[in-house]
């Protein structure tokens, strides 16, 4: 069964910084690409993050570009986002999904529950 | 910026059909991939590749391209099917993933 576990969310003032971590299980990691995609209540999910099976490409939103930072330990079959410079607007439920790629883009066959962001003063 | 529009509501009764639609200009040239998720759960994804149904999924599930708009069909709709179901699909250039704004489906 696969399962993907986020942890490292927290609250942080705006300026400062956290990083995400996802656990995945159930599959060959080094197999796959990975993404992070967050969601605001009510809102739609939004893709910040993705990187390749191997770590050597990876992809960012505007809204996040030069702040966030994404890695992978495929020993640890861990996914990571380093997020600095964090604003109001970056709260959100961060979620890691696993990338299926189609056509050049990718779609998200297995998402985990997500791990919470509040960035607040 | 590039939008995915989906309606903020759908309501049926169980048995019934339910039609949740996804516009946009570039659903002509791109996939679209159809997420359900619950409250407090994380997203599963339901149809990709427009009418694809993945393994577990239930055949009450799937989908239709028609142009610009795409459709979630959900026939003889469940009360487990109440859920928000977003839409997700790319630019039509094809760099950026991008999501709709979610559809509530209530089961009377």
């Known amino acids: 069964e696969v399962q993907l576990v986020e942890s490292g969310g927290g609250v942080v003032r705006p300026g400062g910084s956290l990083r995400l971590s996802c656990v995945a299980s159930g599959f060959t990691f080094d197999d796959y690409g990975m993404s992070w995609v967050r969601q605001v209540p009510g809102k739609g999910p939004e893709w910040v993050s993705g990187i390749n099976w191997n770590g050597g490409s990876t992809g960012f939103a505007d809204s996040v570009k030069g702040r966030f930072t994404v890695s992978r330990d495929n020993a640890k079959n861990s996914l990571y986002l380093q997020m600095d410079s964090l604003r109001v607007e970056d709260t959100a439920l961060y979620h890691c999904?696993?990338?299926?790629?189609?056509?050049?883009?990718?779609?998200?066959?297995?998402w985990g529950q997500g791990t919470l962001v509040t960035v607040s003063s | 910026s590039y939008e995915l529009i989906q309606p903020s509501s759908v309501s049926v009764s169980p048995g019934q059909t339910a039609r949740i639609t996804c516009s946009g200009d570039?659903?002509?040239?791109?996939?679209v991939y159809w997420y359900q998720q619950k409250p407090g759960q994380a997203p599963v994804l339901v149809i990709y590749k427009d009418s694809e149904r993945p393994s577990g999924i239930p055949e009450r599930f799937s989908g239709s391209n028609s142009g610009t708009t795409v459709t979630l069909i959900i026939s003889g709709v469940q009360a487990e099917d109440e859920a928000e179901y977003y839409c997700?699909?790319?630019?039509?250039?094809?760099?950026?993933?991008?999501f709709g704004g979610g559809t509530k489906l209530t089961v009377l």
């Open positions: 997700q699909s790319a630019d039509s250039t094809g760099t950026y993933v991008v």
């Open positions: 570039a659903l002509t040239r791109q996939y």
């Open positions: 999904a696993r990338e299926i790629p189609v056509a050049g883009i990718y779609y998200f066959d297995f």
